[in-house]
């Protein structure tokens, strides 16, 4: 009885995690996956072109991510505005490292802050000349 309750039981599991490589890969059903346009690491005041974007790194509005050099309790966030214009549009948009909104949606385009450097010490102040910011564009 206990080798038929094992063999049951092996059974049941292996039916249960059976998984291909194509049920892995595939997008969940309903949604539509998004194809990377452009990726571009911006210094403040700097522009890129990326398909009919232009985007600008306008300024850092705000770093309060954790020194390298400390223990915190919680990561902290800088906080970009990036100038996004496409034709005769313009906006700027507030985007983050830890916190929301860490993208936004633009006419079809998805545009993402991926990273704020450098990373921060507690003995200096980072120089806003510095600054990089890499974002990434998806459609």
């Not at 050099?69 to 490292?97: K, P, Y």
Request: charge should be neutral.
């Amino acid at each position: 009885m206990r080798q038929l309750s094992t063999a049951v039981l092996v059974a049941a599991l292996a039916a249960c995690s059976r998984n291909t490589a194509a049920d892995v890969n595939a997008p969940p059903t309903g949604t539509t996956s998004q194809q990377e346009v452009g990726k571009a690491v911006l210094k403040i005041g700097e522009s890129v072109v990326v398909n009919d974007l232009r985007l600008t790194f306008r300024s850092v509005e705000g770093d309060s991510r954790c020194p390298t050099d400390v223990v915190c309790v919680w990561a902290g966030d800088a906080e970009i505005a990036l100038r996004i214009e496409q034709g005769n549009q313009a906006a700027v948009a507030a985007l983050h490292t830890t916190l929301d909104p860490k993208k936004t949606v633009w006419n079809g385009y998805t545009i993402s802050l991926v990273t704020v450097t450098p990373t921060r010490k507690s003995t200096t102040s980072v120089d806003p000349a510095d600054y990089r910011a890499e974002v990434v564009v998806t459609r």
